[in-house]
């Protein structure tokens, strides 16, 4: 009885491993983002990637890259860091610092909003 329930449990991880975590990372960064997740995938909005599954989990991925999605399967990918805070309304706030594309470009405690590094609030 032992060994099968070892059996079972061990079938489930690799299932959660290689079939729900793949296809969910987004999701599986909401739930923890009370965490401080500071190193994110890429947004992949509009992006059409090659249709392969090269990894199954970020401890696969080599020199500190995240399994990402490409837009269709899920690659090693260089990280984004994501900084705390959120960006202030576009409508009060000035857009004329330095240009970026997300929160590792920006100085300090800055952040990317839009494509300007601001204050975040």
């Known amino acids: 009885r032992r060994i099968s329930l070892m059996c079972c449990l061990v079938c489930l991880l690799i ?3 290689f079939i729900v975590l793949p296809f969910n990372f987004a999701g599986f960064y909401n739930l923890c983002s009370f965490f401080s997740v500071e190193q994110v995938c890429p947004d992949t909005t509009g992006m059409i990637g090659i249709c392969v599954e090269l990894c ?3 401890g696969y991925c080599p020199n500190g890259e995240l399994c990402c999605s490409n ?10 860091t994501v900084k705390p805070g959120d ?3 576009p409508r009060f706030t ?3 610092g330095t240009r970026c ?6 100085p300090g405690e800055m952040k990317c909003c839009q494509t300007s590094c601001v204050t975040p609030t």
Do not use: F, Y
Not at 71 to 80: A, D, E, F, K, L
Not at 101 to 106: L, Y
């Open 15 to 17: 299932l959660w491993d």
């Open 56 to 58: 199954g989990l970020h």
């Open 71 to 80: 837009g269709c399967g899920h690659v090693c990918t260089t990280p984004i």
């Open 87 to 89: 960006c202030p309304d």
């Open 94 to 96: 000035r857009q004329c």
């Open 101 to 106: 594309s997300h929160d590792g470009q920006c």
